[in-house]
């Protein structure tokens, strides 16, 4: 089992940034890729960012490409996911998701993540 906590959601001006965090417990943290998720009110939960279990590789959606970075400290148990730049269409609630499974590479399909966050809103306003 493993649980996860987010943090640092929040209400923000276009253009101002946010750091978000989650926080593992449960299974050895550097042993499993992470992946940041959001949701949008009336829409799909769609893939933000993902990281490899050693951080060395990182992969992100064309839509928040060059505004965030996903990375982690595995001696702290902790995903972050710096977001710069941000825009109105950022605001969703926001997930972290663990995939426990060896993969070639971090999925971008939220069914392949067995372990969730409960999410933190972040508001991006005009």
């Known amino acids: 089992q493993v649980q996860l906590v987010e943090s640092g959601g929040g209400l923000v001006q276009a253009g101002g940034s946010l750091r978000l965090s989650c926080s593992a417990s449960?299974?050895?943290?550097?042993?499993?890729?992470m992946g940041w998720f959001r949701q949008a009110p009336g829409k799909e939960r769609e893939f933000v960012a993902a990281?490899?279990?050693?951080?060395?590789?990182?992969y992100y959606a064309d839509s928040v490409k060059g505004r965030f970075t996903i990375s982690r400290d595995n001696a702290k148990n902790t995903l972050y996911l710096q977001m710069n730049t941000l825009k109105p269409e950022d605001t969703a609630v926001y997930y972290c998701?663990?995939?426990?499974?060896?993969?070639?590479?971090?999925?971008?399909?939220?069914?392949?993540?067995?372990?969730w966050g409960q999410g933190t809103q972040v508001t991006v306003s005009s």
């Open positions: 998701a663990a995939d426990l499974l060896p993969r070639y590479k971090p999925s971008l399909d939220s069914h392949e993540y067995a372990y």
């Open positions: 990281i490899t279990s050693s951080g060395d590789n990182t």
């Open positions: 449960g299974r050895t943290f550097s042993r499993y890729a």
